[in-house]
């Protein structure tokens, strides 16, 4: 319990006490003015209802503003509910848009990369081709030049040979 609840509590029971042991003279009799007119009544009693005229209004009034805070907070749950699960449903969208991206980019990434090897894989075919003809023409030439030793060396040795003596 508040202590604001606890005061006004406390101050209602002390005007009941008051007005338990002081009844005889709430209800005695007097005379009043109405501005209008003159009556006999208890004034004690009159100004006891009054106040708990009063005490009651104002806690209806409490009780109204309590009720409306209650209901403008739960609006506004439901509204905050609400924004965050079109927040939720907003930030998987965006997810979803990236996985979309990110697979459509990843796609374009490996064809681009079978296009690379594609063309590699072709150069290197081409190279591996022109390296073996050239090793092939590297060595018919130096067997023709082997060859062409071989034919001078054998007519250097033949050349001796028929050669007169003197």
Known sequence: MRLRTLMM???LGAIAAFAAVNWT?????TTLSLVFAVVQAPLGAIMLAIAGLITVLFLVF???LQTSVIIETRRYGRELQAQRELADKAEA????ELRGFLDAELSKLSDRITEV???????L??????LRATVEKAGNTL???????EDRV????SGKNSKPSI
């Open 117 to 123: 090897k594609a063309g590699t894989d072709t150069r």
């Open 93 to 96: 969208s965006r997810f979803t």
């Open 125 to 130: 075919d081409q190279l591996e081709r022109d």
């Open 62 to 64: 409490v009780v109204y």
């Open 143 to 149: 067997a023709a030049y082997i060859g062409e030793l």
């Open 25 to 29: 003279a709430f209800m005695t009799p």
């Open 154 to 157: 054998e007519q250097a040795i």
């Open 9 to 11: 509590l406390i101050l």
